[in-house]
T-cell receptor, first 113, second 111 residues
């Protein structure tokens, strides 16, 4: 069965610092991979996605992610975080014919001023 | 462009009461539709998905049911709510581009 692990439940970084959120997946075939962001009380917004091709994917708000098949990872990065990046971040893998999404438990990001 | 609506935004219901949450999508046809639940401090759990009118697949056995009476309408229901039904309910749609897009969510509190 497909699964996604986000090892860090909560991360705190200073504004302007770099960020890396970890995501590991388990899937038998070539995965469709996604990162979503959720502000408190809101729905999920797509940051970026990987289907095939270039393993370094650029997304919105200055985020990028790198697909590493050998490590079954799809880590999210940002070179310099802003206070507005404080939110919950979810990694997901697309699975099944209807492309059901399996989500990780999420990583809550706090930004120190 | 496509938009997805959910209502109500917030709902407080007593235990044992019925439930009906609605999700509608505009600007597309024949989408796949999904209901997720997010419990406090937890990830998202897929409850139901639908690939067409009247076609519902359930992912977990529970107190809830779903229906799709129209192409772009997806309804989540319960005959008798439990305390454990409290949570944040998210609807999503997907078309051929393989990406799911989420609605704003409904916060349900069962007392």
């Amino acid at each position: 069965a497909q699964s996604v692990t986000q090892p860090d439940i909560h991360i705190t970084v200073s504004e302007g610092a770099s960020l890396e959120l970890r995501c590991n997946y388990s899937y038998g075939a070539t995965p469709y991979l996604f990162w979503y962001v959720q502000s408190p009380g809101q729905g999920l917004q797509l940051l970026l996605k990987y289907f095939s091709g270039d393993t370094l994917v650029q997304g919105i708000k200055g985020f990028e992610a790198e697909f590493k098949r050998s490590q079954s990872s799809f880590n999210l990065r940002k070179p310099s975080v802003h206070w507005s990046d404080a939110a919950e971040y979810f990694c997901a893998v697309g699975a099944g014919g209807a492309q059901k999404l399996v989500f990780g438990q999420g990583t809550r990001l706090t930004i120190n001023p | 462009s496509q938009t997805i609506h959910q209502w109500p935004a917030t709902l407080v219901q007593p235990v044992g009461s019925p439930l009906s949450l609605e999700c509608t999508v505009e600007g597309t046809s024949n989408p796949n539709l999904y209901w997720y639940r997010q419990a406090a401090g937890r990830g998202l759990q897929l409850l139901f998905y639908s690939v067409g009118i009247g076609q519902i697949s359930s992912e977990v056995p529970q107190n809830l049911s779903a229906s799709r009476p129209q192409d772009r309408q997806f309804i989540l229901s319960s005959k008798k709510l439990l305390l454990s039904d409290s949570g944040f309910y998210l609807c999503a749609w997907k078309h051929s581009q393989e990406t799911q897009y989420f609605g704003p969510g409904t916060r349900l509190l069962v007392l």
